[in-house]
């Protein structure tokens, strides 16, 4: 493949600025071959028997799993890495105290000699790409250059890529700029700079996940919230789902949580056989681009086209869509495997031989599939795909929902009072860790809106541009905050999660439509324990009570840890959230 002939269309047709930047990237990197993405499946497939011949990729058990394929990545490769992660912006306070920052000047130089003769011997891949549906005047477009062709397929996965972008990105006149190279995948030679007032991206020395594939939380968060907040709307780590309840009325709902928290999960939810009536509709599982609407909602769109989802956990219990969707087409990373060759990870039946290093399994060595793996798959593949997932308009959004991972103090699900309170309630989010960026795992972190590793500027503004989105909405979303991972004392979760995640959002449709009851909790709206509908369930009475109750005492420690978080960020935060954060230590004193 030589560039010219791999051209998707005619030069005159092209971006002028995509072919002046691919030319100066090439000078720079020096690779063998460039090779243009043109989105076919004929591509991908080739692609993909590239790598299995090459040994990078492992074709899975074609009978259970056709046309699946495993990828192991470095072992010291196998998340994002929070701590490389950098924004940066002329001024430093514009990256504000939660971000990594480095000058911008002082940030290319360095990235400049790590990029210098990187891809001597390799091929450049030009992915063009649109993050939402081609044809959504909320759509943006990028280009990433990479060296690895597992990154190049993950791409043509996730995203729109291709002619199409290309094409777009002719007419719109700007794209982002994604740049990335696994370097030698040195961990003390591992960057991901953003350069959001730029609108660029470089990142090196990782292959995995949101370091590599820089559509999802390099573009379509980091470089696009900072978008959102000059153009006035929202970019944000959340699902999105449509539910028709029995009445056969839609509801939208969009909910943040952190990494590894459950969006997928809830995204494509089984509805319980004893709540019958229900269904279920996927828009998005991970990013959702949420923009006032002329008619005074907020109306979502999802920027991807796939999803990289968690597999540990997956089985057809808990998530009965995402067992079956991965079944055929997917890109497996760093699950373990059966004696067939079919991949096995932790919460399946049976036992896997090898480890997802490709070493005979020993579970003195820990779990058999690395407890980040993922699998990469078309979201048209998911059973309960919404007939609106490409609908350019987006989805109108009903309700707003934040959630955590924490074993106490949190309750199952309160109601912000109104707009105002939620910001605070989201601003207010803490959450246990999870394996999905390194470090340490299960430990409280605050993670305001589940944006702290992702929001491409100071929190403060960030926090500011919600309360005005907010104003400008006649009709704003309900919001609510949930946790699935409350614990017992033997540690067991006392809310079986999963498809009766319903019982829980049902409420909360039946709170848009003013027709389910609620009751002040000090913290927010708390349903009493008959106004959630456990018929057919087997959920102890004190259990629910347990998981509606507030602890006085551990949420005035809370508060207090939210005011010293918040304080942070000085003058800078916004006098509203103050005075809210007055009221809600009142309200808790009764
Ligand atoms: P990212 O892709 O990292 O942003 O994660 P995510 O928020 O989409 O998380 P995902 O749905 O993949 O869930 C992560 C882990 O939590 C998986 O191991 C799930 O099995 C588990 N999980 C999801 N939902 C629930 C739930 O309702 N209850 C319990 N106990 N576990 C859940
Ligand atoms: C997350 O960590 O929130 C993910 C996986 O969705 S990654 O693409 O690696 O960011
Ligand atoms: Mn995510």
Same mark, same amino acid.
């Given at each position: 493949?030589?560039?010219?002939?791999?051209?998707?269309?005619?030069?005159?047709?092209?971006?002028?600025?995509?072919?002046?930047?691919?030319?100066?990237?090439? /000078?720079?990197?020096?690779?063998?071959?460039?090779?243009?993405?043109?989105?076919?499946?004929?591509?991908?497939?080739?692609?993909? @028997?590239?790598?299995?011949?090459?040994?990078?990729?492992?074709?899975?058990?074609?009978?259970?799993?056709?046309?699946?394929?495993?990828?192991?990545?470095?072992?010291?490769?196998?998340?994002?890495?929070?701590?490389?992660?950098?924004?940066?912006?002329?001024? /430093?306070?514009?990256?504000?105290?939660?971000?990594?920052?480095?000058?911008?000047?002082?940030?290319?130089?360095?990235?400049?000699?790590?990029?210098?003769?990187?891809?001597?011997?390799?091929?450049?891949?030009?992915?063009?790409?649109?993050?939402?549906?081609?044809?959504?005047?909320?759509?943006?477009?990028?280009?990433?250059?990479?060296?690895?062709?597992?990154?190049?397929?993950?791409?043509?996965?996730?995203?729109?890529?291709?002619?199409?972008?290309?094409?777009?990105?002719?007419?719109?006149?700007?794209?982002?700029?994604?740049?990335?190279?696994?370097?030698?995948?040195?961990?003390?030679?591992?960057?991901?700079?953003?350069?959001?007032?730029?609108?660029?991206?470089?990142?090196?020395? =990782?292959?995995?996940?949101?370091? @590599?594939?820089?559509?999802?939380?390099?573009?379509?968060?980091?470089?696009?919230?900072?978008?959102?907040?000059?153009?006035?709307?929202? @970019?944000?780590?959340?699902?999105?789902?449509?539910?028709?309840?029995?009445?056969?009325?839609?509801?939208?709902?969009?909910?943040?949580?952190?990494?590894?928290?459950?969006?997928?999960?809830?995204?494509?939810?089984?509805?319980?056989?004893?709540?019958?009536?229900?269904?279920?509709?996927?828009?998005?599982? %991970?990013?959702?681009?949420?923009?006032?609407?002329?008619?005074?909602?907020?109306?979502?769109?999802?920027?991807?086209?796939?999803?990289?989802?968690?597999?540990?956990?997956? $089985?057809?219990?808990?998530?009965?869509?995402?067992?079956?969707?991965?079944?055929?087409?997917?890109?497996?990373?760093?699950?373990?495997?059966?004696?067939? %060759?079919?991949?096995?990870?932790?919460?399946?039946?049976?036992?896997?031989?090898?480890?997802? /290093?490709?070493?005979?399994?020993?579970?003195?060595?820990?779990?058999?599939?690395?407890?980040?793996?993922?699998?990469?798959?078309?979201?048209?593949?998911?059973?309960?795909? =919404?007939?609106?997932?490409?609908?350019?308009?987006?989805?109108?959004?009903?309700?707003?929902?934040?959630?955590?991972?924490?074993?106490?103090?949190?309750?199952?699900?309160?109601?912000?009072?109104?707009?105002?309170?939620?910001?605070?309630?989201?601003?207010?989010?803490?959450?246990?860790?999870?394996?999905?960026?390194?470090?340490?795992?299960?430990?409280?972190?605050?993670?305001?809106?589940?944006?702290?590793?992702?929001?491409?500027?100071?929190?403060?503004?960030?926090?500011?541009?919600?309360?005005?989105?907010?104003?400008?909405?006649?009709?704003?979303?309900?919001?609510?905050?949930? $946790?699935?991972?409350?614990?017992?004392?033997?540690?067991?979760?006392?809310?079986?999660?999963?498809?009766?995640?319903?019982?829980?959002?049902?409420?909360?449709?039946?709170?848009?439509?003013?027709?389910?009851?609620?009751?002040?909790?000090?913290?927010?709206?708390?349903?009493?324990?008959?106004?959630?509908?456990?018929?057919?369930?087997?959920?102890?009475?004190?259990?629910?009570?347990?998981?509606?109750?507030?602890?006085?005492?551990?949420?005035?420690?809370?508060?207090?840890?939210?005011?010293?978080?918040?304080?942070?960020?000085?003058?800078?935060?916004?006098?509203?959230?103050?005075?809210?954060?007055?009221? =809600?230590?009142?309200?808790?004193?009764?």
């Amino acid at each position: 493949m030589s560039t010219a002939s791999a051209l998707p269309m005619p030069m005159s047709q092209l971006s002028r600025a995509v072919t002046e930047w691919v030319e100066s990237v090439r /000078q720079l990197t020096q690779p063998a071959e460039v090779h243009w993405c043109d989105g076919t499946p004929s591509e991908r497939h080739g692609l993909i @028997a590239e790598l299995v011949h090459d040994g990078q990729l492992l074709r899975l058990n074609p009978e259970q799993f056709p046309d699946c394929h495993l990828y192991r990545s470095h072992p010291d490769d196998v998340a994002r890495v929070e701590h490389l992660t950098y924004i940066c912006t002329r001024s /430093q306070a514009d990256a504000g105290p939660n971000n990594n920052w480095m000058d911008p000047q002082a940030a290319h130089a360095k990235m400049r000699e790590l990029f210098r003769g990187a891809m001597r011997g390799r091929r450049l891949y030009v992915i063009p790409y649109c993050m939402g549906p081609v044809d959504s005047p909320l759509a943006r477009c990028g280009v990433e250059i990479t060296d690895s062709a597992y990154v190049a397929v993950s791409m043509l996965i996730m995203t729109h890529a291709g002619r199409a972008a290309l094409q777009r990105i002719a007419h719109d006149g700007t794209f982002v700029r994604g740049l990335h190279s696994i370097g030698e995948l040195d961990p003390d030679r591992r960057f991901i700079m953003h350069f959001p007032e730029e609108l660029s991206i470089e990142s090196f020395g =990782s292959g995995y996940g949101g370091n @590599a594939l820089l559509g999802k939380k390099c573009h379509a968060l980091r470089i696009a919230s900072w978008q959102a907040r000059a153009e006035g709307w929202l @970019a944000e780590h959340m699902l999105i789902v449509g539910l028709r309840n029995p009445r056969r009325e839609t509801h939208y709902i969009a909910a943040a949580f952190p990494s590894a928290c459950g969006k997928t999960n809830l995204a494509m939810l089984i509805p319980p056989a004893s709540l019958p009536g229900w269904e279920v509709f996927t828009v998005g599982d %991970d990013i959702a681009w949420l923009h006032p609407g002329a008619d005074g909602r907020l109306w979502a769109i999802n920027p991807e086209a796939g999803y990289f989802g968690v597999v540990p956990g997956t $089985n057809r219990q808990t998530n009965r869509n995402a067992y079956e969707m991965i079944h055929r087409d997917t890109l497996f990373t760093n699950v373990a495997l059966t004696a067939d %060759d079919q991949p096995w990870w932790e919460g399946l039946e049976g036992t896997p031989i090898t480890d997802w /290093q490709g070493r005979p399994y020993d579970p003195a060595r820990g779990p058999a599939a690395h407890p980040n793996s993922r699998f990469t798959v078309a979201a048209e593949r998911n059973p309960a795909c =919404s007939p609106h997932v490409n609908d350019p308009r987006g989805v109108p959004i009903s309700a707003i929902v934040f959630g955590g991972r924490r074993r106490e103090v949190a309750p199952l699900v309160y109601e912000a009072r109104d707009w105002r309170h939620g910001v605070l309630v989201g601003a207010s989010m803490a959450s246990e860790t999870t394996a999905a960026a390194t470090g340490e795992v299960g430990v409280v972190r605050r993670d305001p809106m589940a944006m702290r590793p992702f929001c491409g500027y100071n929190f403060a503004d960030y926090w500011r541009h919600w309360l005005e989105v907010g104003a400008r909405l006649s009709r704003p979303p309900r919001i609510f905050q949930v $946790n699935w991972f409350r614990r017992d004392l033997q540690g067991r979760f006392l809310w079986p999660g999963f498809g009766e995640n319903l019982r829980v959002l049902a409420w909360m449709i039946e709170r848009c439509g003013g027709r389910a009851g609620a009751h002040d909790g000090g913290i927010g709206l708390l349903p009493r324990p008959a106004d959630i509908d456990t018929r057919g369930m087997s959920l102890e009475p004190e259990t629910l009570r347990a998981l509606l109750s507030v602890d006085a005492e551990l949420w005035r420690h809370e508060l207090d840890e939210t005011r010293t978080y918040l304080e942070q960020y000085g003058e800078r935060l916004p006098e509203q959230m103050r005075i809210d954060l007055k009221k =809600s230590a009142a309200a808790l004193a009764g």
